[in-house]
């Protein structure tokens, strides 16, 4: 398979980014989702990863991270572009090269950032 087939994406990650003032609105988003995909997060369709109060990985500020299949690419990006607020979102296809996903497959809903590449390269 090249690189362009659709089959090479093994899930979807999208983060929702905050600091230190968007911090609140972050976590009242995190627990509208939880609510909102109770059913996905309990059946494992949708998974909601740590809130991360520091960078992480090639992510600049502070985020927590939503996981979940093609089925929900749909709705999570339709649902996320709604429902943001003013958060930034970050959203990428999982294939086996990260650096490739971060830098030439990534979605963002409100602002870019830049991320931290150099932490994605081996």
Known sequence: MNATDTRTITDWHAHVYFDTVTRDAAWQLRQVIEARFATELQSGALRLGRFHERPVGPHPMWSFQLGFGA????PM????ALNHGALDVFMHPNTGDALVDHRDSAVWIGRS????LDRLIA
């Open 71 to 74: 089925d929900l690419l749909t």
């Open 77 to 80: 990006l339709a649902w996320l």
């Open 113 to 116: 950032h830049a991320l931290v």
